[in-house]
């Protein structure tokens, strides 16, 4: 899932994280060694995960990409279900105690699906992709489903046409101010600057009858290289499918909320479903979308609406072009194969470390998902490796492969809402991966994984350079933000200058993380290599195939080796560690930091709203608009209340405190706390995220239920940090600002106590 | 002349003066009424100036606008010789005391000029624009000279091709860290970024063999709007014409530095002439360079260097393309037919307000430069009806319409070496205009006469909105902002959002202003009206005709009476004031920022050297680079030496003290000086700005002496203000930084000296 950013496969990397322009807590100076561990845990750890790599084998992941991609392997398709079993195959085979657990969900497949624009001229769009050269699986045209877009609504619909940019929220503000409508008609939004999903939620919103996304070269084409098969980018015929889900509202099946899709699960019908849409919703490809662009009239578009076509960009809406489109999908429910391993802890059985990545696609989904599927089975042959040679973990591994990521993150929030009540209790961490690429390593996640993700980056050598992959992270952001004059990150930049720890970005949504992390409080990392070559250049359309992964994904997979690397000792690590991996001093600066941003947010918006108010009053906006044209003014806003941050930030300050007391005493009793006592802390720490929750949800998305992130509701992948509080204030809710900045107090004390609850046990021993 | 800027035609607002971050001195608050008039005086000029408005007719503009667009006017074109007859006659019937004056001047024209590309197809450039229908004048093909650009160097190469995306300094320097050169090759350079002639200068310095520059339709042609004539801007086939001489070296004839190019005057050779390129350069339009440049290799240009072809840009430089370009030119002395009108003053005959537009276009210069001479001819029509009836200038008024702008600056430059010792004397102000349009008010200029500029903003009425072209100004200075998020300019929105004045740019080049105030140092002042419409979009084009300015460019011609208006009232004022209209905490104030910029110069240089010693130390660029490219680390640089502001910043200081207190007399003074002494007063201020000048010129340049403003050496109209010292740390250029420091800080003081003998004048009759 994830989505097509320029010049980076790593989709998560840009596309599901925030800017992280956290600064590593250097006050704080621990013991040099591995943490979690002391220096005789640590010895051992590092002579397994030496074992580890050396089962590591990057032409079996190559073998195992060209087997699973060698047909279409969407949800339904007879190959999901062969890779499913190849998959459990390899984790019996490799000792794992292996099962499919199937669920039964919505999921909508086109029957008939069209996009012609019939006037002035005529033009039919091609929602097949067809053969290229040198694509060998290009040319099993007759095994695919036609591009379109997961959960669009039945239509038929012929209107008049508005080109909406990428139909973000701002860009309807644009029209507003242009006097452009969209209701009644066809909208037209590129692809980029939020999640696909909300073009249509949004389009439907405003009244529009029907939403064609399309993928513009200026991002998505030439603009970015040259296309396949000359070069890794997309070419005029190329289709992104994808989901349109209202997943930042929930989600999984749409039929049955909170609860796993299990054969007889109670079911809403798809007409009270609320995350299913209910407009046409197509996807085409430049090729298609130049002909109906170039025949727009109505106003010129600003300077960023404009796209790579060799067109003039105007809005549309006069009627000059009426496009007729159709879509009409199988709604019957299609099976889910999620295939699930374990390897039970020899000490914490009951504590469960979770690895998945989907296994999934659109179509052949070489590098999406299969370039991390290899990836984590080569993990999971190498620790089957270690179990048949008599290692066990301490806690629990779980390693997971889900179907159904792609159209709603199906088969892992199924499982997840199936198992919540044991995950509740036992799970300690989530480890994703999706797509993965050659270049930098990328993380996102909980904060206080930051640290031990840093150590193992500093460890692992990268492929290419033979620097560390930390090293290379750091020279990445020094020379970028030189490059770059400033711009970029700052803080990041700092940090690596400095030769701090690399700041992991936050978690929005666009993966399997989300059921875990959001709805059920699991601490979660999220990993992958990217941004060299571009794999993503064919972001869910059929050429996302093994020849082009062989081309420009990873040639030599020795970033998927480098994947099962990371994930792999992330993984053995929190299984085996003396003491849970975390430092809680980073997420305490992390809080800060967003806390931060929250009274910016207010601040500016007093301001923003003051400005208004006075260019309303001397009537600016038509005095400085061309008077040829039509200029609308914004609306005028009330002015905002006292917004009450005062209980959030005295959260913060005793979180920051109760964090570095805590850190301290993880430093000073590594290896002096007694067995019971340790026990007694690692339960504490493994249930610590679920402070974060509150039962309530977010506002009008109650299935969300942590105050800390969460996929923005308009920006749908992007993470919105402190979300109760901060989409409230750039919604203009005041009074929901302050009740969530109650709320969110409320979080981090809980999870303050909660540290203070585990120091408690770990100083005594150590001064005594 | 000017640059074509997006989304305006108003070519100096943008194009030739710096962003303008000057908050209007709202300490010092000067009696509510007309700058440089007492009570009396100003009713007077009140009248003076409806009367003046009461004889501008739009049809007048229209007509001759008309007549004078109906033929190519270049320089040595038949029509232009007849324009000049034709202003000549307007000026003489008017009852001006007018004389047409005739310079000399090396001026190439084109006689064999080819632009081809021989591998690997064959594609052969149209330099010629050829016929559209409704433009009239675009069928006399026959009479234009091909497309070219004036003083290019004779050449027949055939070579490989580097695309150098704007041809600028930093665009070389990507090139270096791509591991691209472009020795012996032809370069290709799309317009914008800097000026025109910088691109073949940097490219013969980097030993480049030819270089071909076209407009990009991302930021020229369809790109900007619908192509003419659907709409206003460049079609597939437009070329932009212009100078490529090394203006920022020295404008004028190449041949008569320093000296007027009479008949008889001493001549270099064109091998001698510093300012004459060596390497052949011709422009082409974006229909022809498409083929070349899709068909380059080499390295994927950055982001930034993409431009609107629907092509994957590439570097070249690979030998895949070989072009054959050949240009041999007419190297003959052609005429220059400058136009100069005179009304002597009654009281200070010998002091003189100038105001100035060039007569000559690269063909039919419809809107450049007729839209602006238009404007000046009615105001000169108005002020001879003013004469005729009875009136009388105080200083005398000269009005000159000059020839050969594009080229060189040439009529203006030749006149001002010409009478440089007149004009040193007698000199007062200098006003300009050039092309005009639909829109706002721009201005550009000597800081002093910010005040006055903004008094008359703030009284006259826009034409389409009704309310003054100074609240004009500032609604878009403030609705801007607001759309932008504090995007732009910020102090200039400050300004505008608490009604204080606008502040006016600083000028750099591009137009006639340029001998005066750079060379001589009178004050100047450049006004004009656009940003509305586009009749931009056709720039230095055969499309620039009268069919293209009354759809796109002022068709009521409203706005050209708005230039004649404030171009007229600035004229009237300047040569009736009882003090001359300075208010110099402006340009005290405006000087301060200046430091100001300069030690954040300083400061920001420092941690760059120290952020790039660090980072090649660490090898960061090549760890950060991706291993499968040519990644080249940019080149080491010495640390910064100490940098010595001190004497400079004492000197802004001391301004800051003598402009307060001349302000101060000034207001308390009005009406209360006798005569001679004022007389005195208006001596010194009338010369304060020569104090401006150091005699041996900027680094490099001998004949840019002014030490405050001049054009950048490498940005060519972009102003740099404080030369000497900005562009020495902007080229590390250390030792010389220090010199002009102190060069610059002695002119200061020795104008704020000048302050003082003027304040010294008024006050005693105030006091006793």
Not at 551 to 560: T, V, W
Not at 720 to 747: H, I
Request: glycine share 12%; hydrophobic share 40%; with cysteine.
């Amino acid at each position: 899932m994830g989505h097509r950013t320029v010049f980076t496969a790593l989709k998560f990397l840009l596309a599901t994280t925030a800017v992280i322009p956290l600064v590593a807590s250097a006050a704080e100076a621990p013991r040099a060694g591995m943490i979690g561990f002391g220096p005789a845990s640590e010895q051992a750890q590092r002579a397994l995960e030496a074992k580890f790599d050396a089962q590591l084998n990057a032409k079996d992941l190559r073998g195992w990409m060209e087997r699973m991609a060698s047909a279409p392997n969407h949800v339904g398709s007879p190959h999901d279900k062969a890779n499913a079993d190849f998959i459990l195959s390899k984790f019996k085979e490799a000792g794992w105690d292996a099962r499919i657990e199937t669920f039964y969900v919505l999921y909508p497949t086109p029957k008939n699906v069209s996009v012609e624009m019939v006037a002035p001229t005529s033009h039919k769009a091609t929602l097949t992709e067809g053969p290229v050269a040198g694509d060998r699986t290009s040319t099993q045209v007759a095994d695919e489903l036609p591009a379109y877009t997961a959960f669009g609504g039945d239509g038929d619909v012929t209107a008049d046409v508005v080109y909406v940019n990428q139909g973000m929220p701002a860009d309807y503000e644009q029209l507003a101010r242009n006097g452009v409508d969209v209701k009644g008609k066809i909208v037209m939004a590129r692809y980029g600057g939020g999640w696909r999903g909300l073009k249509p939620k949004l389009a439907q919103e405003h009244g529009a009858a029907g939403c064609i996304i399309y993928s513009d070269p200026a991002d998505d084409g030439y603009g970015a290289g040259e296309p396949w098969p000359k070069g890794a980018e997309r070419p005029p015929q190329g289709v992104q499918r994808g989901s349109v889900l209202d997943l930042p509202v929930r989600p999984g099946d749409p039929l049955t909320p909170n609860a796993g899709a299990t054969k007889d699960a109670k079911r809403l019908t798809k007409e009270t479903a609320e995350t299913v849409l209910k407009i046409p919703v197509l996807p085409i490809s430049y090729g298609d979308a130049q002909p109906i662009l170039a025949a727009l009239a109505g106003p010129m578009v600003p300077p960023n609406w404009r796209g790579g076509l060799p067109i003039t960009y105007h809005m549309g809406g006069t009627g000059a072009v009426k496009v007729h489109m159709v879509e009409q999908s199988d709604w019957s429910l299609k099976p889910l194969y999620n295939v699930i391993a374990t390897i039970q802890g020899s000490e914490f059985p009951d504590q469960w470390v979770i690895r998945g990545n989907h296994h999934d696609g659109w179509v052949f989904g070489a590098q999406d998902p299969l370039s991390g599927n290899v990836a984590m089975l080569a993990e999971a042959q190498a620790i089957g490796k270690l179990v048949k040679d008599g290692w066990k973990p301490k806690r629990t591994l779980v390693y997971t492969s889900w179907d159904g990521e792609e159209p709603a993150l199906l088969g892992s929030t199924e499982w997840a809402e199936q198992h919540a009540a044991d995950l509740a209790k036992k799970g300690v961490l989530y480890i994703n991966s999706d797509g993965n690429g050659r270049g930098f390593l990328g993380v996102g996640g909980t904060h206080s994984y930051q640290k031990v993700v840093n150590q193992i980056a500093g460890e692992l050598k990268d492929p290419q350079t033979g620097v560390s992959v930390l090293e290379r992270q750091r020279a990445r952001a020094d020379a970028n933000a030189y490059d770059k004059r400033g711009g970029g990150d700052a803080e990041t930049a700092e940090a690596a200058a400095k030769g701090g720890d690399m700041p992991i970005g936050a978690l929005g949504s666009g993966s399997d993380y989300t059921p875990f992390l959001q709805h059920l409080g699991l601490a979660s990392v999220n990993i992958g290599y990217g941004g060299e070559g571009d794999s993503g250049g064919v972001y869910h359309s059929a050429y996302d195939s093994f020849d082009h992964y062989i081309r420009f994904g990873d040639p030599e997979f020795a970033y998927g080796v480098m994947l099962a690397k990371t994930a792999g000792r992330l993984a053995l690590r929190t299984a085996n560690a003396d003491v849970l991996p975390v430092q809680a001093g980073d997420f305490a600066d992390t809080m800060e930091r967003y806390g931060k941003e929250l009274h910016k947010l207010v601040d500016d918006g007093k301001k923003r709203q003051e400005a208004l108010e006075r260019l309303l009053k001397t009537n600016a906006f038509k005095v400085a608009g061309d008077p040829t044209k039509t200029v609308v003014p914004p609306p005028a806003e009330g002015p905002v209340p006292p917004i009450d941050l005062a209980k959030l930030d005295a959260a913060i300050t005793k979180l920051k405190t109760s964090a570095a007391a805590f850190d301290a005493a993880r430093v000073a009793g590594q290896g002096a706390v007694a067995p019971a006592q340790l026990a007694q802390v690692n339960a504490i720490l493994a249930g610590a995220d679920r402070t974060l929750l509150t039962e309530k949800g977010l506002p009008g998305r109650p299935w969300y239920k942590n105050v800390i992130y969460a996929p923005g509701l308009e920006t749908g992948y992007g993470v919105k940090t402190l979300p109760g509080v901060r989409e409230a204030l750039e919604g203009k809710r005041w009074d929901e600002a302050n009740q969530y900045a109650g709320v969110t107090a409320g979080a981090l004390e809980a999870y303050a106590a909660t540290l203070d609850k585990a120091t408690a046990l770990m100083k005594p021993k150590v001064t005594h």
